[in-house]
């Protein structure tokens, strides 16, 4: 079955403890991106990768890293979370290079930091 | 990257149409418009995409008028389980980035 998958699903911590959130898709999507939602503020973009190793800003990267070394895996990390990261996020993928944009998303990651 | 604006919420009874109309004024020559569709707790689902004039698959239909500085996304005879936040986007393209930004959506609540 196409998918992506997050873990955790649910994660609760304290401020300045790092921690990762894993994504994984087995679609062979060249395209991954993170998402956080907030209540009044939509979907925004944290990081985009196009590629293996080939990551960028989204909207809002502050606070956050990224990498992609294999191309299934695009895990997020908030090496010192601050409240202030308490979201929904999720985790997408698409093909590149068509004309299509169709993205996958993931069920998303709720990370409460207190 | 194109911005989008879209209106906050709307309200249809069950078996209506619902038009949603979202603007991208600035929209780039090869920019995509592609609406998702978002039920609380769950990832956006994509619903339609399109470059230009009409759009129609089993679940919805998209106009694009010649100038592409606005888009509507129509939902025909809408049900309950349609009441949904909606997300206009556009871009993904060479010429703008590929970087995607969803907004805030569009809020539509569905009553019999």
């Known amino acids: 079955e196409a998918q992506v998958t997050q873990n955790p699903r649910y994660l609760i911590t304290v401020t300045g403890k790092k921690l990762t959130v894993t994504c994984s898709q087995n679609?062979?999507?060249?395209?991954m991106s993170w998402y956080r939602q907030d209540p009044g503020l939509g979907l925004r973009q944290i990081y985009y990768?196009?590629?293996?190793?080939?990551?960028d800003k989204g909207d809002v990267p502050e606070g956050y890293k990224v990498s992609r070394k294999e191309k299934r895996n695009f895990p997020l990390i908030l090496e010192s979370p601050s409240p202030n990261q308490t979201s929904l996020y999720f985790c997408?993928?698409?093909?590149?290079?068509?004309?299509?944009?169709?993205?996958?998303f993931g069920p998303g990651t709720r990370l409460t930091v207190t | 990257l194109a911005k989008t604006t879209q209106p906050i919420s709307m309200d249809s009874y069950e078996g209506q149409e619902v038009n949603i109309t979202c603007s991208h004024n600035n929209i780039a020559t090869n920019d995509y418009i592609t609406w998702y569709q978002q039920f609380p707790s769950q990832g956006p689902r994509f619903i339609i995409q399109?470059?230009?004039t009409k759009v129609t698959n089993e679940v919805a239909s998209l106009f694009i008028p010649a100038d592409r500085k606005s888009s509507t996304l129509s939902l025909p005879r809408v049900s309950l389980s349609d009441t949904a936040v909606y997300y206009c986007?556009?871009?993904?393209?060479?010429?703008?980035?590929?970087?995607?930004?969803f907004g805030k959506g569009t809020s539509l609540l569905v009553t019999p």
């Open positions: 986007l556009v871009g993904a393209s060479s010429n703008s980035g590929y970087a995607l930004n």
């Open positions: 399109g470059y230009k």
């Open positions: 997408a993928s698409s093909s590149f290079g068509g004309v299509t944009y169709e993205q996958y």
């Open positions: 990768s196009m590629n293996v190793e080939v990551t």
């Open positions: 679609m062979n999507h060249e395209y």
